[in-house]
């Protein structure tokens, strides 16, 4: 069966999560069994629990072996308001149970819900910890032995005074509080957010290594695109568990939304299904029609970045436009990822996050002025042509605005300077210095009636050799021998030349 690699991903961290949280608390609750027959419901070991810890990609965990398991032989829970004697007993010197002395926390005793071995210089102590009504939770030390193995002999028990034993060594013991609540996880390859649930533990035989049943869904927030049973951020839940053990694909289906938590007690209600699928009988079908949400390709889409500070020359925001052709799922993800970092490079050359001297309303009629080299271009067969752009505000026919240019000349170079925060718009000028384009817009700003006190200049450099050519400019002329000045009668009026 096929499936997502972010579906692994996610019940790894899971994994991690859980055993970083719960550790050992975990040790006793129910493992139900998938094999036909079954084996109905056993307490997870510490054995499996260590094995699933080596198995995932987590960080060291209190369940790697240097925890003892929960040596109770007895009754481990009392009833709710029920409370009992602490006792214990080991194979060296105390065969029998001994009571511990009569006082709290030691005779109102709850529940015991874990032990460990531990060395204090030469010598050993078993220590379990309990829950008593007096004091809540205390760790109750047994000493002193010359060895591991012989401090490992120890087993506790509650010898009930009041109510009735709800939990006896063997038996599964309930999961520990809260172990169901969803885990968040971001997957870092698309920044879709998942909830992952843990539904219980399953092992394929009765006493075999057990691996977690997951709940998987879309989180709340953080959905950006639609899908199938798991076609993007939103999808529908699914059931998820890893073969216990590793050594083949997980088993995923849809998730029954009228199955409840289990606490490891009774049977489990995905247990017939996650069988099935374990059987093999479910996933074949299930994973093709997995693996068709990701192959139906997804159409061309045309992505559109606007500038918040940033105009062109007619007064009109500057945009930035990525488009991605139809692809496949997977490759339309890397494809989104590569176009965010153009994006991000783009907004930093744009001006942000503030429009300080920028955004002011453009008025006016448009003038063009055309501009020609005297010579040709050190790089090739022909002269340079600039195109400047301002908008006038004063009126003034088109003859003055001739007359004002015909004789105006100057250099052309690789200083890039803008001039913004006025109505006659974003003027730009490559000339071969800062103050020479500042004279060339400075200029316009003369017959379009701007006071240039009133705008913010903006330099920059270019790296790419096609802009930033040399030369000496002066207004071009058509054939006929008019400049070429040209007016509009407002933004979108025909163009005025002289005849």
Not at 85 to 92: H, I, M, Q
Not at 243 to 265: A, E, F, L, S, V
Not at 322 to 330: G, K, S, Y
Not at 339 to 356: A, E, G, R, Y
């Amino acid at each position: 069966m096929s499936v997502p690699d972010w579906l692994d991903s996610a019940a790894g961290y899971a994994t991690c999560q859980i055993l970083s949280s719960a550790g050992s608390a975990l040790v006793g609750t129910g493992v139900a069994t998938l094999a036909a027959g079954g084996g109905g419901i056993v307490p997870l070991t510490l054995g499996s629990l260590s094995l699933l810890a080596a198995g995932a990609a987590c960080a060291p965990t209190p369940v790697d072996g240097s925890i003892a398991p929960p040596a109770v032989d007895g009754c481990y829970q009392m009833t709710n308001g029920g409370y009992g004697r602490l006792s214990a007993r080991d194979g060296v010197n105390f065969p029998n149970w001994q009571t511990f002395a009569d006082v709290q926390p030691y005779n109102d005793v709850t529940s015991i819900s874990g032990s460990r071995v531990e060395q204090t210089g030469n010598l050993w102590t078993s220590k379990v910890t309990i829950n008593s009504i007096s004091q809540g939770s205390v760790e109750v030390p047994w000493e002193y032995y010359g060895s591991e193995a012989e401090a490992s002999t120890i087993q506790w028990r509650i010898i009930p005074e009041v109510g009735t034993c709800a939990g006896e060594s063997g038996e599964p013991i309930p999961y520990p509080p809260d172990i169901h609540d969803p885990i968040p996880y971001t997957d870092p390859a698309t920044s879709c957010v998942y909830n992952i649930s843990l539904a219980g533990f399953a092992a394929d035989i009765a006493g075999g290594e057990a691996s977690p049943v997951f709940k998987i869904e879309s989180a709340p927030t953080g959905l950006r695109n639609a899908g199938g049973i798991v076609g993007g951020c939103n999808f529908e839940p699914v059931i998820y568990q890893a073969p216990p053990g590793g050594g083949g694909p997980p088993r995923i289906g849809p998730w029954d939304p009228t199955w409840p938590d289990w606490d490891g007690n009774g049977t489990p209600p995905w247990l017939d299904f996650l069988s099935s699928l374990a059987g093999g009988v479910l996933g074949d079908l299930i994973g093709d029609a997995i693996q068709n949400a990701f192959t139906a390709p997804v159409p061309q889409y045309q992505y559109t970045m606007r500038a918040a500070c940033n105009y062109k020359q007619d007064g009109t925001f500057e945009t930035y436009t990525i488009t991605l052709p139809e692809q496949p799922w997977e490759t339309r993800v890397l494809a989104m990822q590569e176009m965010n970092i153009d994006f991000l490079q783009q907004h930093l050359l744009w001006k942000t996050p503030t429009c300080s001297g920028g955004g002011v309303g453009i008025a006016g009629d448009p003038v063009t002025v055309n501009f020609v080299s005297d010579e040709y271009s050190l790089d090739g067969n022909n002269v340079l042509r600039k195109r400047f752009v301002y908008f006038d505000q004063t009126g003034a026919p088109l003859e003055d605005h001739v007359t004002h240019w015909k004789d105006f000349v100057w250099e052309a170079g690789p200083a890039c300077v803008s001039f913004e925060g006025t109505p006659m718009g974003k003027p730009q000028v490559w000339a071969s210095s800062v103050d020479e384009a500042k004279r060339v817009i400075t200029h316009a700003a003369a017959i379009a009636g701007v006071d240039i006190a009133d705008g913010q200049w903006m330099t920059g450099t270019s790296r790419s050799t096609r802009y930033g050519k040399p030369g000496t400019m002066r207004v071009a002329k058509f054939s006929n021998g008019n400049f070429t000045v040209t007016k509009r009668s407002g933004p979108s009026g025909n163009p005025e030349a002289c005849g």
